[in-house]
């Protein structure tokens, strides 16, 4: 009965998307072909080592909703021996609220990262429910990069689920906006570039200045006429006009709004012809799904042929080309990725000093990532059989908890799997892992304490699908079933609370393999 209503589900889903789908000029299909032929997945060679599908399912959970798999989820995914299996999995978590939630988080991340912050917290719940009801329509990025661009505090309202934590964060200041909105748009740094110029940087002081001065207040002329805004650098007398970074003239209107400059500003950035919001977007989302960027560092693609060789700034060109032909479809291009082989590929660590060009596109594996905060403190709860953390009235649930787990568990870059000494110890002893590995506050622990069928082996069994998502191995089985042989006044509840606390603790929970 579940596949009937799967099949429904996906039927009614093609249905709604049918138009928005058939204006796209390319698939995912052909993108993900895209991906495995330049990356050389299948070609010469030995055959690729592909992940297991407990692996798969667990890297796909993360990646797609921000959570491991539950015990449920895990069993139906095994059960499922049709061909479509891994198809239908991917839908389902591509049509879940969790995910657009999950994806919400990561583009507030990239744009505005002040609110990871105790100082600007506050502006990341209304921002990010904003930007999941904009994806769950699938809103063009394009477009979704105009509306933060554009948006106008009068018309805002007293509801925060907007953009304004983009003004807030950046406190208003014209230079703040044109540093932040460059960086996370265009994936420019004109930051070294606000006090001098750079001797090694393509942008100039100029430049920066003149981008800050689409932020300010238009002006007005001795006649009373609205001009064109401009900016004093402070602490000196020179001030500069909007002026685009490609030069191109700027037709300005004869009587315009404050928001007049924000639209032209936006208008040029969506449609110049270098493709950057294209290519920022690729390959922050590149990043995201694969653990590493096309292009490093991911905030400068100001010169990527000669930072990175030119079989990367390629594949970054052409799959920029195809996202703007898929319509700025952030959902396509994500389905794209996550169907490709080089997707499923198993994983491994990269030594240190392999090559960062043609052999990159030689890929074989994928890339070990550490968790994100939000990611680590919802499978931990979803181990534990819990609800992860979801927006209730404006905030999340268990809010004060969650922000604060994140907050210590935070991490620039997933690609960096390291825990630094102060994380590790409060995995190890924090109160969270503490009260999870108590079978009074785990209902799967008590669950399984309750189930009057089940072995031990049973119950071991479950409690790795719920952290680790597979079965424990012989040798595994062994050394849990030998603590009860050394201490056999051991009771069974505290047996699976440390078997809990061990696996929570383990490189391969707190890793995106």
Not at 97 to 122: C, I, K, L, S
Request: proline residues 6%.
């Amino acid at each position: 009965m579940a596949k009937v209503s799967h099949y429904w589900r996906f039927v009614i889903f093609f249905l709604l998307m049918g138009p928005r789908a058939s204006a796209a000029e390319i698939s995912a299909q052909e993108i993900a072909r895209l991906i495995d032929e330049r990356l050389q997945v299948r070609s010469g060679g030995d055959a690729p080592s592909f992940a297991d599908d407990a692996t798969f399912l667990r890297r796909l959970s993360l990646d797609l909703i921000g959570r491991i798999p539950t015990i449920a989820e895990v069993h139906e995914f095994r059960e499922d021996e049709s061909e479509s299996m891994r198809f239908r999995t991917m839908e389902r978590l591509l049509l879940s609220g969790a995910h657009f939630r999950n994806m919400a988080t990561f583009w507030r991340r990239a744009w505005v990262p002040q609110a990871d912050t105790p100082e600007f917290a506050a502006v990341a719940d209304g921002f990010e429910q904003w930007l999941a009801k904009e994806l769950r329509q699938r809103t063009p990025y394009d477009r979704l990069v105009a509306k933060v661009l554009t948006w106008n505090s009068a018309a805002g309202g007293k509801d925060p689920v907007d953009p304004r934590g983009f003004y807030v964060a950046n406190e208003g200041s014209p230079p703040n906006l044109a540093a932040s909105a460059t960086r996370a748009f265009l994936g420019i740094n004109l930051d070294c570039a606000q006090c001098h110029n750079h001797p090694f940087a393509r942008w100039t002081r100029e430049q920066f200045w003149q981008t800050a001065a689409f932020f300010a207040s238009p002006d007005k002329d001795a006649a009373g006429k609205t001009v064109p805004p401009k900016v004093q650098i402070p602490g000196s007398e020179m001030e500069y006009e909007p002026v685009l970074l490609s030069a191109g003239r700027i037709e300005w209107p004869e009587a315009f709004d404050p928001g007049a400059p924000r639209r032209i500003l936006a208008d040029w950035m969506t449609t110049e012809p270098n493709f950057y919001v294209a290519k920022n977007a690729v390959n922050r989302l590149w990043a995201h799904f694969f653990g590493e960027a096309i292009v490093e560092p991911v905030d400068d693609l100001s010169a990527a042929a000669s930072a990175v060789g030119e079989h990367r700034a390629n594949l970054l060109g052409e799959l920029a080309q195809a996202f703007v032909k898929s319509g700025y479809d952030v959902e396509l291009f994500i389905r794209a990725i996550v169907q490709s082989d080089a997707y499923r590929l198993a994983s491994r660590d990269r030594p240190a000093g392999e090559s960062d060009d043609a052999e990159w596109l030689a890929k074989s594996t994928a890339t070990i990532r550490g968790l994100t905060g939000e990611q680590l403190y919802d499978s931990l709860r979803t181990a534990a059989g819990l609800p992860p953390g979801q927006f209730e009235g404006g905030r999340r649930g268990r809010g004060g908890q969650r922000r604060e787990f994140v907050s210590i568990f935070y991490v620039e870059r997933a690609n960096n799997a390291e825990r630094s000494i102060s994380q590790a110890l409060t995995l190890m002893n924090g109160s969270l892992v503490g009260e999870l590995s108590d079978t009074s506050s785990n209902p799967t622990l008590a669950g399984l304490l309750a189930a009057p069928f089940m072995t031990l082996d049973d119950q071991i069994d479950a409690v790795f699908v719920a952290v680790l998502g597979r079965s424990p191995s012989a040798a595994e089985l062994q050394a849990v079933t030998h603590r009860l042989e050394v201490r056999p006044e051991a009771r069974r509840q505290d047996v699976l609370g440390d078997l809990f606390w061990v696996l929570v603790n383990s490189p391969e929970f707190n890793t995106n393999h």
